[in-house]
């Protein structure tokens, strides 16, 4: 299943907070997709509980909410990826000995 199938765009990162509140104007159809996406995909437990709860809901007469998902802002930032690189890493030292800079041999070499 492509994104472009999915009923909420960039579904895989959104956070769960806010797929509660996008699911909310989801039919049992769509509801289902995303069910079926999510347990063959990542299977987060918390998601599956979360759409699971809201496809009983619906299930007991619950209406969708008006609103479209495609209308939500996008996540921020980008998926993976990491601020910290090696230049920003702390220089390698030794640890203190029972925490007191004098009883270390040669401290601040490594």
Do not use: C, F
Not at 8 to 28: A, C, E, F, M, T
């Amino acid at each position: 299943m492509t994104d472009d199938q999915l009923p909420i765009p960039d579904y895989d990162q959104v956070s769960l907070g806010d797929l509660r509140h996008r699911i909310r104007s989801l039919d049992v159809e769509q509801l289902t997709t995303g069910l079926t996406h999510e347990a063959g995909h990542a299977a987060r437990v918390p998601v599956l509980e979360v759409l699971e709860a809201r496809l009983r809901e619906l299930e007991h007469g619950a209406a969708p909410s008006p609103g479209n998902p495609a209308n939500a802002p996008r996540p921020a930032g980008r998926p993976g990826g990491s601020p910290v690189q090696e230049s920003t890493a702390a220089q390698a030292t030794s640890p203190l000995r029972h925490g007191v800079a004098q009883q270390t041999p040669s401290r601040g070499k490594p």
